[in-house]
């Protein structure tokens, strides 16, 4: 039964930002608003909760922490990539090493250095937004 709340616009996309730091989760929600205020975002602050959030949800990008107790962003990445091929998932951590950023590519992510700048997150959502239009796989 649909609800009375105004229904979401086919435009409106899910963004979910994963960091472990409250912190750069403060910073990665107000870059995309201000980037994207008509997109929706949900935080999590680990990787369970991201994939309650997923489940739950449907989820159309993802900005993952790749440092994080438990589970890491790159195992998230790779269970989020299997639920949805077509997904775009950035990667973001400070540790620049070639093999965290070759992880990061193994599982079809973007990799981005941290902090995270308004410019590499609007190339990225640039990108994003093509591959949605796009219903890219």
């Known amino acids: 039964m649909p609800s009375m709340t105004q229904p979401p616009s086919p435009q409106t996309v899910t963004v979910l930002v994963v960091d472990d730091s409250k912190l750069a989760r403060a910073v990665a929600v107000r870059l995309l ?3 994207k205020p ?3 975002v949900r935080e999590a602050a680990n990787a369970e909760e991201a994939a309650a959030i997923a489940a739950a949800e449907p989820v159309g ?3 993952l922490d790749f440092n994080m107790p438990g589970k890491d ?3 998230l990445a790779a269970e ?3 639920q949805n091929p077509g997904m775009p998932i950035a990667v973001i951590s400070a540790n620049i090493q070639d093999e965290v950023i070759a992880r990061a590519r193994s599982v079809d ?3 981005m250095p941290k902090p995270l700048t308004g410019e590499a997150l609007a190339g990225f959502l640039s990108g994003a937004s093509l591959r949605l239009r796009r219903g890219a796989p």
Do not use: I, K, M
């Open 61 to 63: 990008v993802a900005l």
């Open 38 to 40: 008509d997109w929706a």
């Open 109 to 111: 992510a973007t990799f």
């Open 80 to 82: 989020l990539r299997a």
């Open 33 to 35: 608003r201000q980037l």
């Open 73 to 75: 962003g790159l195992a």
